[in-house]
């Protein structure tokens, strides 16, 4: 499972601009991730399931992202 913001439709340098906002969102909650750039998509992990819904319930910025589910 992994949360998935799409690089292609944004203008400037979107891949800096969300690294730099899911930190702050990481660094106010105190929650650890992993994240990579795929292709045109840039990648968060968490260590546990819950913390995606608590990213969901808590994430208020202007990018968008998806909540991929891998594991069937």
Sequence with gaps: M???FQLLDLPG???????????KWSERYGIPYTSK???Y???????QEKLYTFFATTWNNK???QLVDRRW
């Design 2 to 4: 992994f949360i998935e």
């Design 13 to 23: 340098m979107p891949l800096q601009l969300i690294k730099n906002e899911v930190e």
């Design 37 to 39: 750039t795929v292709k």
């Design 41 to 47: 998509t840039y990648r968060v992990c968490f260590d």
């Design 63 to 65: 990018f968008e992202y």
